[in-house]
């Protein structure tokens, strides 16, 4: 198989893992994360249930609904 990279979409600073420290921001800045992991997981089920069940309503009713969540 032979691939040729495109060169406008070549993105040499692009990482595959980017971790944070927020020790600086909490200690300079007095700053406290609003979420923790477990927290932000709930919210974030919570979100796509209440789209899911809105989906439902609306194409229930007949209305077309897109596909978005491929």
Request: hydrophobic fraction near 40%.
């Amino acid at each position: 198989e032979v691939l040729s990279i495109d060169e406008r979409y070549f993105r040499p600073t692009e990482v595959d893992l980017l971790l944070g420290d927020p020790t600086k921001a909490m200690t300079k800045l007095n700053w406290t994360p609003k979420y923790d992991l477990a927290g932000l997981v709930k919210d974030m089920m919570q979100a796509d249930v209440a789209l899911f069940r809105r989906d439902q309503l609306l194409a229930g009713e007949g209305h077309l609904v897109p596909n978005y969540y491929e």
